[in-house]
DNA sequence: TTCCTATGTCAGTCTCTCTGACATGGAGGC
DNA sequence: GCCTCCATGTCAGAGAGACTGACATAGGAA
């Protein structure tokens, strides 16, 4: 067994070059969160939440792939800021719908306008075109992966 | 100013279903990494290495997109671990050469193993021709990142 | 010889990730 | 109506990794 065969063929990893973008992209989405009192995981909830109001802890959790009690120490930090409200008690069962505050709207533009600041600046290289069919490619895997992770 | 407005095309975001297919490569890496004894990122350190063998702490850290810090630490442990060796002094300059040990090869190629599976899963939506380009289209990204982050 | 950069390491702090466990609401079956 | 099962929320604890700030040292350039 030669080198190569003992760590495989690496430049043809999409995995291997997908985390590389992807830790680029955070250690920069990083730098800007910061000064706005935002780490990347928080701002990836409030994401979710802009997109989608009224999700419970859960299916945030399984739509960031990590775990309820994950989801639930991040939720409750951005409830202690005041960006979202989740109600005491469900009106229904047990979910309770989270919701971002006026100021959680706010800190979530604030945060985008930042944000989409960097991924034009990583994804530079690519034309329009290029960058639109990269979003397709990824989100076919996506919609995949999440199909594969619901119960 | 829309809802819409507020948080941006979020559909038009690369960044955003980067993260997705990310986070859910991360999570399913975690679970096929964590019987070997490795984290994801542990694995992501030995990759690097088995892929340029000799790398020294800071040049690990610029690759990785962390800081000297965090890369230190997860060192430390695979060492502590005998999966790779430094030196205790640098033959020149301050640079200390870190290598794979034999322990760390065998472990590189069984996690490789499990990864690749996980990969194959992941990009299964794809064809051989669509994740070819998608490689090339995120090199491109990681590329430029690397240069743009470089001293 | 002095200054500057790069490197390695230390200590401390914070966030986020997990597992294991427990309690509760509601649906479905009997 | 009761029992079982599933989903949800939360608690506690532990571990990993990320950062900042600081310090010491080697080597190169001026």
Redesign the interface.
Known sequence: ?TQDE???D?D??????????????????DEVLRPLGLTVAQY?CL?LL??HPGLSNSELAR????TRQSMNVVLRRLQERGLLTRPAHAAHGRALPTELTPAG?EA??EA??A??A??R??????SPE??R???E??????????A??SP
Not at 63 to 66: N, Q, S
Not at 140 to 145: E, G, I, M, N, Q
């Open positions: 067994m003992a760590v495989g690496l043809q990893s999409v995995g291997y070059v997908l985390k590389q973008v992807q830790a680029s992209l955070h250690s920069a989405m990836a994401e802009g997109r739509r960031a792939f990590v709207q979530l533009h985008s306008v944000v989409r960097v991924e600046q990583i994804f530079a290289p690519l290029r960058q069919r990269l979003r490619d990824l989100a076919s895997c996506a919609a995949a992966a999440s594969t992770h």
